[in-house]
């Protein structure tokens, strides 16, 4: 009876000691076969891979991070935490940026081969200050203060300048509708003698 107690106790130890084994096998298995190549790396069971356009291959916990598009910036990732976006800056390259205090805007006002982003507040739009279509010229701006307006007269597609509100944009030089003319790209005082084209 003690022999076929202690015999009963070795099968089951035993049976436990494989079924263990085999457990550890499997999670072994798993972890190897599951785990997530990132370049070079091999990331955590749980982690993902981000080809971030800065720094290369990079594991994240995506509970904490996300790998986004970066805006302005086609086919390209960036990894930033887990409420923000990511924005190719005109000014400053790619960044990320918390989606509730900011925008990444498109300029009004470059060719559309420019890098064409900026990174405002969240309430602001982005606008070249004067008609030159240059990156350096563009700004963010308040539409409850000014206007991304079009020089009067001026057709083409892009060119925009920033002036307050009301105002009227003359060549590259805001001036006041009320009191002025703009012909041909300058500006006269209405009544003066040939100031009455105020072309629109």
Same mark, same amino acid.
């Given at each position: 009876?003690?022999?076929?107690?202690?015999?009963?106790?070795? %099968?089951?130890?035993?049976?436990?000691?494989?079924?263990?084994? *085999?457990?550890?096998? %499997?999670?072994?298995?798993?972890?190897?076969?599951?785990?997530?190549?990132?370049? @070079?790396?091999?990331?955590?069971?749980?982690?993902?891979?981000?080809?971030?356009?800065? *720094?290369?291959?990079?594991?994240?916990?995506?509970?904490?991070?996300?790998?986004?598009?970066?805006?302005?910036?086609?086919?390209?990732?960036?990894? =930033?935490?887990? /409420?923000? @976006?990511?924005?190719? /800056?005109?000014?400053?390259?790619?960044?990320?940026?918390?989606? %509730?205090?900011?925008?990444?805007?498109?300029?009004?006002?470059?060719?559309?081969?420019?890098?064409?982003?900026?990174?405002? /507040?969240?309430?602001?739009?982005?606008?070249?200050?004067?008609?030159?279509?240059?990156?350096?010229?563009?700004?963010?701006?308040?539409?409850?203060?000014?206007?991304?307006? !079009?020089?009067?007269?001026?057709?083409?597609?892009? !060119?925009?300048?920033? =002036?307050? !509100?009301?105002?009227?944009?003359?060549?590259?030089?805001?001036?006041?509708?009320?009191?002025?003319?703009?012909?041909?790209?300058?500006?006269?005082?209405?009544?003066?003698?040939?100031?009455? =084209?105020?072309?629109?």
């Amino acid at each position: 009876m003690n022999n076929n107690g202690s015999s009963d106790y070795c %099968v089951k130890n035993n049976l436990m000691n494989n079924t263990l084994f *085999l457990l550890l096998l %499997v999670c072994l298995f798993a972890t190897v076969c599951y785990a997530t190549t990132c370049g @070079s790396t091999t990331c955590g069971a749980n982690d993902q891979c981000c080809n971030d356009v800065r *720094l290369g291959h990079l594991c994240y916990n995506p509970t904490t991070h996300r790998c986004t598009e970066v805006i302005g910036m086609s086919s390209n990732t960036m990894l =930033c935490g887990i /409420d923000e @976006s990511s924005c190719n /800056d005109a000014h400053n390259g790619p960044a990320c940026y918390n989606t %509730v205090q900011s925008r990444c805007n498109f300029i009004n006002g470059l060719p559309f081969d420019e890098p064409n982003y900026l990174l405002c /507040d969240d309430l602001d739009l982005a606008c070249t200050r004067t008609p030159s279509g240059k990156v350096s010229d563009a700004s963010c701006y308040y539409p409850g203060f000014h206007t991304c307006m !079009r020089p009067d007269g001026d057709f083409a597609n892009f !060119r925009r300048g920033l =002036c307050g !509100r009301g105002k009227g944009l003359c060549g590259e030089t805001c001036y006041e509708p009320s009191e002025y003319n703009c012909c041909s790209e300058k500006i006269c005082g209405k009544g003066e003698p040939g100031c009455d =084209c105020n072309v629109e």
